[in-house]
Each structure stands twice: as structure tokens, then as C-alpha cells.
């Protein structure tokens, strides 16, 4: 998919929105001469059709919009993961950027205030009726209805907690600086990067443990770069650290790899986190279902803020959000929406990264979010990062393409 833009007269008073997608095979099917979508314009060359959809009618009927989104012929590039499944999230989400600016809310706001039956009406449980239905789903957000206001107050007072990640490149000094100034700024959560080096990992966790002292939570993230033995064994290694988790042990596909290495570690009191990297809500139902994690990535990779409420309302762990380096740090909507409608459970917690964040509008206060107020989904870069970086007249680029030049 080449391109995806929602266009609206004024951001924040336009109802219409005019949907174009611009696919690189024809929009119907990829082998035939079939038509676009019911309704739809089709573009020159058959390269582009319009939904002309008012916006009213997209919320309106969220399900069937996501489903025309996901389920249409580019699924079989898919079906519901990788590039298609991403491209199908970019336009969702540039609806739930648009829809809560209509009513001048950012969108944790807006899906707080939504009645339950609206809110289920934005999700798609096709796939995961074995684990949830609608009507429980229902039961779950009127249960929540109890006490939302007091949890609401409790997260503008305090905002959700962040975790603070050290990368493995860094040296020992930096490190050192790095963990005394997080401590000094109220930080309580260190996140460490593990699975290059088995002593370069015992050392930097020894050095991080010995700042941060007993009481401190120490995680560890492996990026998917251990066999499922490998795991166990090297977090084994590890657990005199005393590690709240092991992130990511093994590949994100290996459900049952998950389901075995969590077994061992639950033993040695260390929990399993994963999803940064799960394409769908159908991969998490079956993590969920194999008891597989003891804590929840979440939002990374799935399709949209409509995909992630079906996982909201599945798990029954804490939800612990991935977010760090370009703009996922401004995306902490969906856990404050989980403490007050879902799981009123302050055990979640948000990752932090503080680089690149000269782009966006993130702010942090006493180790943690403080909760987005503009209207919206906080998607914005600042117009100067966007102005320096457009192409080709771009700041950045002319200065790229003059190297390349000489």
C-alpha cells in the first residue's frame, strides 16, 4: 500500500472524511479484473478509490469499516499481519486521532466517557468468541463502570508509572550515570537489555542491581534472540538479580516455546512479557489461553486502537504498554483507558525512552506519564521536526543528498 490519507476541512470541526488508499495492484483482487470496494471511486489506472465516507458513518459502524480494512484481497499479503496489516492500522488509528478532536478530548478520554455498547461496537471478535464474547466483554465494562471516576482522578494525580531502559552498548560509566540520575528523578522501575554476552549481562546487572539497591525493579528484555533451553537457561543465570521479568526470551511465533520457558522461570519467581512484536489479537488469545506470560506488551504491531481493545478486554494480566524511541511514547492512552474502564490495577506500568523525543510532546513528571489533554491520539511531530525533515527540501535531507553529491 503506497499511501493513506484521511482528509478533513479543519481538523477539529470537520465531521467529513474523504478515505483514499492507493494500492499497487489494482484495489479489488491482486489477479483479476474485479472492482474496488461497494461504493468506492475508482481511481485512474484503477490505482486509487475514494470511501467519500462521512465520519459519523465510519464510527458509526467501526466493526464493519475495520473489517473492510482487514479483510478485503490484500489479505492474502497477509492475512492480518506484517506490512498490509500495519498499513490497515495506519488509516484506524488516523481515525481515532481524528474522531475524539471532534469532541475536543484526547482519545483515553474519549474511550473512558464512550457507553460500553458503543466501545464494543468499535471491536472485531471474529477469531477470539472461544475466549471472549461481546456479551462478556459487556459484563467486564459495566463492572468497570464502578468506581471509574475515583480511578480516573487517582491517574490525573499520579499518571501511569514508567519504566527506564538501558541499552547494551552502553558503557559502564555511562550506565552509572544514566541509573544515579533516574534515581534522582524518582525513578523506581530499570529495564536492561540482556542476551549478547552471558558475563557481559551478569556484570551490567550486578552494576545496575548494586545502584539501585534491593527494593528497585530490575527487568530484563532479550529482543527475541534465545532458544526456548537457551532462555531458561540464561535468565536462570540471572535470577540472583532478582529480575521482574525476562522480555521477549524467544521468537514472537512460538506460542508453545513461550508456554515451556514461562513454566521454568515462574519457578525462580520471574515472570514472561511479551507482544511488542505479536501481529495480531489471534496470537495473543493463544499466549493468554497456554498461560504463556505473566505480564502484557501491548499495541505495537496490531490493527489499531480497534485490535487493541479485544486485548484490553482479554488479558486478565497487566497490561504493561511497549513504547520507547520514535513517537510510541506519546502513545500511553490505551493504558490509562485499561486502569480506569478495565482492569483498575495499578501493577501496570509504561516503557520509557528519553531519546527523540525533541520530535514530540511527551512529558514526564516524578517517574511518570503525564496523561495527554490535547485533542486526539498525540501523533503530532512538531511542525519544525516535520519541516526539517521532508523530502527532498528538508534541512536534513539537503544536507544528506549534498553528501552523497560530493
Known amino acids: 500500500m503506497e499511501s493513506a490519507d484521511l482528509q478533513v476541512p479543519s481538523r477539529l470541526m470537520g465531521a467529513k472524511a474523504r478515505l483514499a488508499l492507493r494500492s499497487l495492484a489494482c484495489p479489488g483482487c491482486l489477479c483479476c479484473e474485479c472492482p474496488g470496494p461497494p461504493h468506492a471511486e475508482q481511481g485512474p489506472q484503477g490505482h486509487c478509490w475514494q470511501l467519500n465516507k462521512d465520519l459519523r458513518d465510519i464510527v458509526g459502524s467501526f466493526r464493519g469499516f475495520y473489517r473492510q480494512l482487514t479483510r478485503g484481497q490484500l489479505r492474502w499479503i497477509g492475512p492480518q499481519k506484517g506490512g498490509v496489516h500495519l498499513a490497515a492500522a495506519a488509516i484506524l488509528n488516523a481515525v481515532c486521532d481524528l474522531w475524539p478532536c471532534i469532541f475536543f478530548k484526547p482519545l483515553w478520554k474519549l474511550l473512558v466517557d464512550m ?136 521468537s514472537p511465533d512460538d506460542i508453545l516455546g513461550h508456554a515451556t520457558i514461562s513454566k521454568a522461570l515462574v519457578l525462580l519467581g520471574i515472570g514472561v512479557v511479551m507482544g511488542e512484536q505479536c501481529h495480531n489479537r489471534g496470537i495473543l488469545k493463544q499466549l493468554l489461553q497456554v498461560k504463556a506470560l505473566q505480564f502484557l506488551l501491548d499495541s505495537c504491531r496490531l490493527g489499531s486502537v480497534n485490535e487493541d481493545l479485544s486485548v484490553l478486554l482479554m488479558a486478565k494480566i497487566p497490561i504493561c504498554p511497549h513504547a520507547g524511541g520514535v513517537g510510541l511514547c506519546e502513545l500511553v492512552h490505551l493504558i490509562i483507558f485499561d486502569f480506569v474502564s478495565i482492569s483498575a490495577s495499578l501493577v501496570q506500568m509504561c516503557g520509557y525512552v528519553d531519546h527523540l523525543h525533541e520530535h514530540f510532546k511527551v512529558i514526564i513528571r516524578n517517574a511518570a506519564y503525564l496523561q495527554p489533554s490535547d485533542a486526539g491520539y498525540s501523533t503530532d511531530m512538531k511542525e519544525e521536526s516535520v519541516k526539517k525533515h521532508q523530502y527532498p527540501d528538508g534541512k536534513v535531507w539537503k544536507k544528506l543528498l549534498a553528501a552523497q553529491g560530493n
Request: hydrophobic share 35%; glycine share 6%; proline share 4%.
Open 115 to 250: 457507553v460500553p455498547r458503543m466501545l464494543l461496537s468499535c471491536v472485531d471478535f471474529r477469531y477470539i468468541t472461544d475466549v471472549l464474547t461481546e456479551e462478556e466483554a459487556y459484563e467486564i465494562l459495566q463492572k468497570g463502570q464502578v468506581g471509574k471516576k475515583e480511578r480516573e482522578g487517582q491517574i490525573l494525580a499520579h499518571g501511569p508509572a514508567c519504566t527506564m531502559s538501558t541499552w547494551l552498548v552502553y558503557l559502564d560509566d555511562t550506565l552509572k550515570q544514566l541509573c544515579m540520575e533516574a534515581l534522582k528523578d524518582s525513578w523506581t522501575r530499570f529495564k536492561v537489555k540482556v542476551g549478547a554476552d552471558l558475563q557481559d549481562d551478569i556484570h551490567r546487572c550486578q552494576l545496575i542491581r548494586n545502584i539501585i539497591g534491593p527494593e528497585k525493579t530490575l527487568m530484563t528484555d532479550a529482543n527475541q534472540c534465545w532458544d526456548g533451553p537457551e532462555a531458561v537457561e540464561w535468565t536462570s543465570t540471572l535470577a540472583e538479580f532478582k529480575p521482574l521479568w525476562t522480555e521477549e526470551p524467544t
